[in-house]
C-alpha cells in the first residue's frame, strides 16, 4: 500500500483538486482535501487486505485446546457471515449455565455457515485435533487457536472438577454429559500431569484420533517439533490465553468484524485463587516442566509477538476495539 503515500502520488491529488478548484476555495482546503482522500485511499487499501486475509483463512478450524479459552467461540460465531442465524452479540455463556457448553457446540450444526466455519463432527469431539496429513492438508492455512503456558494449563485443570480423566471416547449422551459434571476434584496432580503432557502437541500434530485424555499413544519431543512445525504453517490466527484482550483486538485486526463485549469476559472463570497476574502457583509441581508442550507453547509466544507487530497492535491501538466492545455489554 506504500505507494500510494509517496510524493509523487500526493502531487498528483494535489494537482487534481487545484484543477477542480471551483470544489476548492483555498489551497489549503485542497491540501487537507487530499489528505483525506489520501487517508481513505488507504483505508479502503487496509479493508481490501483484511478481506483478502478473511477470505484465505475460510473456512476457519477452531483448535479449541481444552483449558484455553473456551470464550474464543463467542468471536467466532459473532463474525459476519460465519453463523447468520446466532444473533448479534452472541454469548455462549448466557445460553450454557454451569458450563455445560456442549449441547451448544452440538448447535453449530445448525446456525452456523460451514464455507466460514467447520464445525466438529459430533458434540462428544469439543476438542477434535487438526488430524492426520489428509485432514490438515485440508484445514491448512485456516486453523485458529489460543495457547497456554503448559503448567498454567494442567493446574486449571486440575482445579476445574471436570472429568478429565474419565473415557470420552463414547460419544453417547450419558457419557458427554458427564463433561459436564464439576464434581471430579480428587484427581492425583501426578496422574493428570501424565495425561496432559504433550497433548498440544498431540492435538496440533498427532496422525491418531486422540479426543479422550485416556487412551492417548505416548507423545515425545519429535511431535513436539512437528507441532511447532504445523503451527508456523498451517495456522492463520495464533492467540494466548494468558494475553486475551490483546489477542482478541489482534484477531479483528487480522479479519475485521467488530468488537464484542461478549468476547472479553472470561466465560468460565476458574474457582481457584491466582496471583495478582492471573496466574497458578505452580510450586505445588515441584519444578515439574512439560517440555514437549513447552515447544509448542514457546513457538505460539512468538507467532503472537510477530503479528502484533506485524498489524501494528498494543494496548494503545486497541483502545477503540476495547470501546467498542464495552458499548454493546448488556447491562443488567
Ligand atoms: C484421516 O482422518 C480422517 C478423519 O478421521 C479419516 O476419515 C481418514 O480415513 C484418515 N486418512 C488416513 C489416510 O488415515
Ligand atoms: C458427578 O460425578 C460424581 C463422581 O465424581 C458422581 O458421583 C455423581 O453422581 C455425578 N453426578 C451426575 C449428575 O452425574
Ligand atoms: C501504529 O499504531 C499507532 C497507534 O497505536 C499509530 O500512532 C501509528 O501510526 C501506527 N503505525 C503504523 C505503521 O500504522
Known amino acids: ?76 460465531i459473532n463474525m459476519h457471515h460465519f453463523c447468520p442465524s446466532a444473533g448479534e452479540n452472541f ?23 460451514p464455507n466460514f466455519l467447520e464445525c466438529y463432527e459430533h458434540p462428544s469431539a469439543m476438542h477434535s485435533p487438526v488430524g492426520n496429513a489428509t485432514e490438515y492438508a485440508r484445514r491448512k492455512g485456516k486453523l485458529v487457536g489460543f495457547f497456554r503456558q503448559p503448567e498454567q494449563r494442567v493446574l486449571s485443570a486440575y482445579y476445574d472438577g471436570h472429568g478429565w480423566l474419565e473415557d470420552f471416547s463414547n460419544p453417547d449422551s450419558s457419557k458427554f454429559l458427564f463433561r459436564c459434571n464439576l464434581s471430579y476434584t480428587g484427581y492425583p ?68 468484524g467488530p468488537c464484542h463485549s461478549s468476547e472479553f469476559h472470561n466465560a468460565r472463570p476458574g474457582q481457584h485463587a491466582k496471583d495478582a497476574d492471573g496466574l497458578y502457583d505452580t510450586s505445588i509441581l515441584q519444578g515439574y516442566q512439560d517440555e514437549i508442550d513447552g515447544l509448542v507453547y514457546a513457538e505460539a509466544v512468538r507467532l503472537f509477538r510477530q503479528n502484533l507487530a506485524v498489524h501494528n497492535v498494543s494496548v494503545d491501538s486497541c483502545q477503540r476495539c476495547f470501546a467498542e466492545a464495552e458499548a454493546t455489554r448488556v447491562h443488567t
Open 1 to 76: 500500500m506504500g505507494f500510494l503515500a509517496t510524493p509523487a502520488r500526493r502531487h498528483g491529488l494535489l494537482f487534481l483538486c487545484l484543477w477542480h478548484s471551483t470544489w476548492a476555495s483555498s489551497v489549503e482546503e485542497c491540501v487537507d482535501g487530499s489528505v483525506e482522500l489520501l487517508q481513505r485511499h488507504l483505508r479502503v487499501l487496509e479493508e481490501d487486505e483484511t478481506d483478502r486475509r478473511l477470505q484465505a483463512a475460510l473456512p476457519m478450524f477452531w483448535l479449541h485446546i481444552p483449558k484455553c479459552g473456551t470464550t474464543f467461540v463467542n468471536t467466532l
Open 91 to 113: 454469548d455462549l455463556s448466557l445460553l450454557a449455565p454451569h458450563e455445560c457448553f456442549n449441547p451448544v457446540f452440538a448447535m453449530c450444526q445448525s446456525f452456523c455457515n
Open 189 to 256: 496432580l501426578q496422574d493428570l500431569l501424565e495425561a496432559f503432557k504433550g497433548t498440544m502437541a498431540a492435538q496440533i500434530a498427532s496422525p491418531h484420533d486422540i479426543i479422550p485424555f485416556v487412551h492417548q499413544p505416548p507423545r515425545d519431543l519429535a511431535l513436539g517439533h512437528q507441532a511447532v512445525q504445523r503451527l508456523r504453517e498451517g495456522f492463520a490466527f495464533v492467540g494466548l490465553t494468558e494475553e486475551w484482550d490483546l489477542s482478541i483486538c489482534l484477531f479483528h485486526a487480522m479479519f475485521g
